[in-house]
T-cell receptor
Framework: DVKVTQSSRYLVKRTGEKVFLECVQDMDHENMFWYRQDPGLGLRLIYFSYDVKMKEKGDIPEGYSVSREKKERFSLILESASTNQTSMYLC??????????????FGNGTRLTVT | DQQVKQNSPSLSVQEGRISILNCDYTNSMFDYFLWYKKYPAEGPTFLISISSIKDKNEDGRFTVFLNKSAKHLSLHIVPSQPGDSAVYFCAASTSGTYKYIFGTGTRLKVLA
């Protein structure tokens, strides 16, 4: 069974702090994703990575960066946290499959509050 | 521009009856669709998927219908159970990309 682990369930940070959200998956998946979930907006893609050291911007990358130094680990970085980045952050992974789509497997999320 | 829309933010259904959750999309390039269920304080869990070459896929109590001409899909849960109470997200993707576009979710409440 795929396990995607996010290092923190809850985080409280101050405006201007640099914030690291960590995600680890144990299924040797090539693809990893960071989404944020906000009421009325659903899940929005921030960044994704389809290989080590590779990254692609999603729909809302502003104010974020990512790091993928190892296949199993994908980090989301808030360079200077702001209150509008208060949200639920969800990490996911998938394998490319063999010519077919592959569902995303999500972690349990990190609820980040920026004060 | 919301490419995947779930126009009903919430739905209440009696236990044992059918729940029907709807999803509309605008991008005709989407060829793979999924439904996820999400409980509070947990990540979304994959429920069922359908490829654009099909118009129906069934898995136990869950059936997804796809109407490509209307750009509409629906999830049917029969019979509904109180444990089905959750937020349901539909998502869509295009071959050759790894991106999934999610809808805004529908909160289902199954009343005992």
């Amino acid at each position: 069974d795929v396990k995607v682990t996010q290092s923190s369930r809850y985080l409280v940070k101050r405006t201007g702090e640099k914030v690291f959200l960590e995600c680890v998956q144990d299924m040797d998946h090539e693809n990893m994703f960071w989404y944020r979930q906000d009421p009325g907006l659903g899940l929005r893609l921030i960044y994704f990575s389809y290989d080590v050291k590779m990254k692609e911007k999603g729909d809302i990358p502003e104010g974020y960066s990512v790091s993928r130094e190892k296949k199993e680990r994908f980090s989301l970085i808030l360079e200077s946290a702001s209150t509008n980045q208060t949200s639920m952050y969800l990490c996911a992974s998938s394998s490319p499959g063999t010519g077919t789509h592959s569902p995303l497997h999500f972690g349990n999320g990190t609820r980040l509050t920026v004060t | 521009d919301q490419q995947v829309k779930q126009n009903s933010p919430s739905l209440s259904v009696q236990e044992g009856r059918i729940s029907i959750l709807n999803c509309d999309y605008t991008n005709s390039m989407f060829d793979y669709f999924l439904w996820y269920k999400k409980y509070p304080a947990e990540g979304p869990t994959f429920l069922i998927s359908i490829s654009s070459i099909k118009d129906k896929n069934e898995d136990g109590r869950f059936t997804v219908f796809l109407n490509k001409s209307a750009k509409h899909l629906s999830l049917h849960i029969v019979p509904s159970q109180p444990g089905d109470s959750a937020v349901y997200f539909c998502a869509a993707s295009t071959s050759g990309t790894y991106k999934y576009i999610f809808g805004t979710g529908t909160r289902l409440k199954v009343l005992a």
